[in-house]
């Protein structure tokens, strides 16, 4: 637009000094963990991979990097069906109570997880759910709900809901009404869902730093032992890799918000 | 009538699954804290007695406060001004922009607090850089104290900050802009009486998140601070794992939520949590 309004100098240089202090950091990882040296530091003589080598063949890395990921399908799973249906409902029925319901919903995302972490300690000593992958599916499945119900409050409230009146109208059963009209329409908002709480799962560490010690160790708890331990250049290989994964994951994410943008 | 009560009894059942796994496996173990804290190690409010009579619960919670306070300003005030960019950008530099947003967002707290030890121990990258160039002749002390907790947590922040504050600037009228300029405001004063303004409820949203998200925060002060400094997260923490002292532990958590759902009940219409994360990219 001609005249329109634009930042000055001063406000464009802050704006790109605040952009770097948020990327550089993470970016300055990635030559750390191509270092020839056998401390954390900047490649001096040349780059290599040995660090890589190091984590990719490590039984401990792998086995925990494995455990992490059944763990975030597992509470992924759990997260979108329950999510899912629930936004539905509180969708169609839209009263009083269910707004309710969905700030019941939203208060793992407010409650502090040392809050969570600490009871849940407690609570599942009782069960016999300690240091179990059943007992970290259900933390994780639970405290990833809030991330399905926005997304797909979302994508709802772009929905016509006559549309499903009109099904409903015709003859069509509560089932065949959500298989066939209500999720086709919201599949991209369920997709963006669990995403963000598949991404909760695999990075989620305070829970898991009181609800699981020896048998279930999964890749945030190594990443924590490793960095209060030994900070070694293969530490570093880690968190390039987590990196790549997360920007894999949100390249995804935004590919499907486009293909739900577009007419 | 009938026929309309069962349909709606349907749409209660899908809610239904979310409703008892929230109750049973999350509030359930929650509410157990705030009960422990009126019951143990005896019935009754001496945990909370500790609030006004122990030195060691008020300078926790005095330190958490002000690293809050300070994290909180910071980060608006960096977070304003990439909003500010992004809000008033191209369209098609701003989805580079926002991206520069969401991808620290989404990264682990993890890799993210990594990266600052890397960046800011004593042997680190940054004291490693001054030491050569020759500013400086000893290493800083840029970490495991206060100052390395507040870098690391504006980092975690300004996104946070960024995501309300842009999405409230981005329904502020261009053309109003632009009217105040063609009337012959300098640019400072279209900021500061145009724009400004408009954008104060997106301001007071991002404060209060980022504030109550760094009350309770754990990962990054316990990396950066290096068990020196102690905010309340970390506290609880070390009263539950170490000291077993589940009082006066779940008492700090209670305290901690209380006043988290205090802040949100004060602002609350200026908050909107879904926003926060339905806008973006």
């Known amino acids: 637009m001609e005249g329109a309004h634009r930042p000055g100098g001063a406000a464009k240089g802050l704006a790109w000094l605040v952009a770097l202090y948020l990327v550089l950091p993470i970016g300055i990882i990635l030559p750390v963990s191509l270092t020839d040296q056998r401390f954390l530091s900047l490649p001096q003589e040349g780059l290599s991979l040995r660090h890589y080598a190091t984590v990719l063949t490590s039984t401990e890395w792998l086995g925990s990097i494995a455990q992490s990921f059944w763990i975030a399908v597992g509470s992924t799973i759990l997260a979108v069906v329950a999510g899912t249906l629930c936004a539905i409902g509180c969708w169609r029925i839209s009263r009083r109570a269910t707004d309710l319901v969905r700030a019941l919903m939203l208060l793992p995302i407010i409650i502090p997880s040392i809050v969570y972490a600490i009871g849940l300690y407690r609570y599942f000593a009782g069960l016999g759910l300690l240091d179990r992958f059943l007992g970290v599916v259900i933390a994780h499945g639970v405290t990833g709900i809030p991330y399905v119900i926005i997304t797909v409050s979302t994508a709802l409230a772009a929905f016509d809901p006559r549309l499903e009146q009109a099904a409903r109208g015709m003859g069509a059963s509560l089932w065949q009404t959500l298989r066939w009209v209500i999720l086709p329409r919201i599949a991209p908002g369920i997709a963006s869902g669990a995403i963000f709480a598949f991404i909760h799962s695999w990075d989620e560490l305070v829970i898991v730093l009181f609800i699981a010690s020896r048998d279930v160790f999964t890749l945030p708890r190594r990443i924590w032992d490793g960095i209060n331990e030994n900070l070694d250049p293969a530490m570093a290989a880690v968190a390039v890799l987590l990196i790549v994964f997360t920007v894999l994951l949100l390249l995804l994410d935004m590919a499907l918000r486009r293909r739900r943008d577009a007419p | ?281």
């Open chain 2, 1 to 281: 009538m009938a026929a309309a009560a069962q349909r709606q009894t349907g749409w209660w059942l899908l809610i239904l699954p979310a409703f008892l796994l929230m109750t049973a496996f999350y509030v359930a173990p929650i509410l157990q804290v705030l009960a422990i804290s009126f019951t143990e190690p005896q019935p009754g409010l001496q945990n909370y007695e500790r609030l006004f009579t122990s030195e060691s619960v008020q300078r926790v919670i005095g330190t958490t406060l002000r690293i809050c306070l300070i994290t909180t300003a910071l980060a608006l005030l960096l977070g304003y001004a990439l909003a500010y960019r992004i809000a008033l950008a191209e369209e098609r530099v701003r989805r580079w922009w926002i991206l520069a947003v969401l991808v620290p967002l989404w990264i682990s707290v993890l890799v993210r607090a990594f990266a600052w030890v890397t960046l800011l121990r004593r042997q680190g990258l940054v004291n490693q850089a001054l030491l050569e160039t020759g500013v400086i002749a000893e290493p800083l002390q840029l970490v495991w104290n206060e100052f390395g907790i507040v870098v690391g947590m504006v980092h975690y922040m300004v996104p946070y900050a960024v995501l309300p504050m842009l999405a409230s600037m981005r329904e502020i009228d261009p053309r109003l802009l632009a009217a105040a300029r063609g009337l012959g405001a300098s640019r400072f004063t279209v900021f500061a009486r145009v724009f400004l303004p408009l954008s104060a409820p997106g301001l007071i949203a991002a404060g209060v998140l980022v504030f109550i998200f760094s009350l309770g925060f754990y990962i990054t002060p316990a990396i950066l601070g290096g068990g020196k400094t102690l905010m309340v997260a970390e506290w609880i923490g070390l009263q539950i794992l170490d000291l077993i002292r589940w009082g006066l532990g779940t008492m700090m958590a209670t305290v901690l939520v209380v006043a988290i759902l205090t802040t949100l009940a004060i602002f609350s219409r200026a908050v909107d949590l879904r926003r926060l994360f339905g806008s973006g990219a």
